[in-house]
């Protein structure tokens, strides 16, 4: 299901896990890997400041066209299909998928570092039929995290935009090698369908991805600035979602990626017109432009050396990072340990609780 619900409508793909490339493309294991030791660059001033933390995501009303230019190397969600209305009184089994990112490239090896991709599956007991159903970009996770700066514009042009995939089949034994495929409850028929409403709305609604967490600091109870919309928070909503009809959940532990961003009160600078436009304020626009040049797509091993040094004394020296959220630029004034990759428990809802804060 990509920008509706009906995923036959449309490019889909099975993993959040491929490297974008061609014209409008990246590498993001590569991307991922710089940040995990680097990043930054100038500072705006006479800027306004928000206060009230965590900035929301943003919702829409509809789901914008892609615009062609962008182009993903591997096909999203290629077999995706319709989300089945389940007869009421079927039993559907819930599953909790993990597998580490990009494991059709690279093995096991991000799992190592834990960096996985999350999914849910579904087993009607009734037909027998396994379904698996994730969220995750339309043009790949470098494309979702850093721009492309196209000479004929004069603001860094985002190919950004993530979508939910259903389609029927579970790989078993992609999720059990080196990942998880676990039941984690079973919920009816007519929970099964309230489900599948909820998501075609949450589908419609929430139409880019977000790759960072950022906060004040990796100490429990931090001040949080910023929070991620990625594979694992879809998993989490819809979870939660199924908490809220009344599905009970095992007692099992549950652990996630996350990637955080540690700096200090973020500065609002402005969306696309008020920074680049005709009245724009060139000085910050060319600055925000020069912070992402080194994160460019294809690169010589000369140029990716060259462009680390950068990232490192942008990120690491200066202690600066511009962030795209919500289509707009904020400024962090980055902090130690600058980025952190981290695969932290978040515990399977309790339908009492969930009910409760209702």
Request: glycine share 8%; proline share 7%; charged share 20%.
């Amino acid at each position: 299901m990509a920008p509706e619900l009906d995923t036959a409508q449309g490019a889909k793909m099975r993993r959040g896990a491929g490297a974008a490339r061609g014209r409008a493309s990246w590498c993001p294991a590569v991307a991922l890997l710089w940040l995990a030791a680097v990043p930054g660059w100038p500072r705006a001033s006479g800027v306004l400041s928000r206060r009230h933390w965590p900035v929301p995501y943003k919702r829409f009303d509809s789901r914008p066209k892609p615009d062609p230019y962008c182009q993903a190397k591997y096909t999203f969600c290629p077999t995706g299909s319709p989300i089945p209305v389940m007869e009421g009184d079927d039993d559907i089994e819930v599953f909790r998928l993990q597998a580490p990112v990009w494991e059709f490239k690279y093995g096991d090896l991000l799992g190592h570092l834990k960096i996985m991709h999350d999914a849910i599956g579904f087993r009607s007991t009734l037909t027998g039929k396994n379904y698996t159903m994730e969220w995750y970009e339309l043009f790949q996770l470098g494309n979702c995290t850093f721009p492309h700066l196209r000479p004929e514009m004069d603001a860094p042009f985002w190919c950004n935009q993530g979508a939910a995939c259903f389609f029927e089949g579970i790989d078993d034994v992609h999720w059990k090698e080196n990942g998880t495929l676990v039941k984690v409850a079973t919920i009816s028929g007519n929970m099964f369908n309230q489900m599948a409403k909820w998501v075609k709305q949450d589908n419609e609604t929430g139409i880019y991805y977000e790759t960072w967490n950022v906060k004040a600091s990796p100490e429990k109870g931090a001040e949080t600035w910023f929070d991620s919309y990625d594979c694992s928070q879809f998993v989490l909503r819809t979870f939660s979602k199924l908490a809220e009809f009344g599905a009970e959940f095992k007692n099992i532990e549950t652990n996630y990626t996350r990637i955080f961003l540690y700096s200090g009160e973020p500065t609002y600078l402005g969306n696309e017109t008020s920074v680049f436009g005709p009245t724009g304020n060139k000085t910050l626009g060319l600055a925000i432009k020069r912070f992402y040049y080194p994160f460019k797509p294809h690169l010589s091993t000369k140029e990716f050396l060259l462009n680390l040094l950068q990232i490192f004394d942008a990120v690491i020296v200066h202690r600066e990072f511009y962030l795209f959220y919500n289509f707009e630029y904020w400024f962090l004034p980055m902090k130690f340990p600058f980025i952190k990759i981290t695969y932290e428990e978040i515990p399977l809802p309790n339908k009492n609780k969930t009910l409760s804060g209702l």
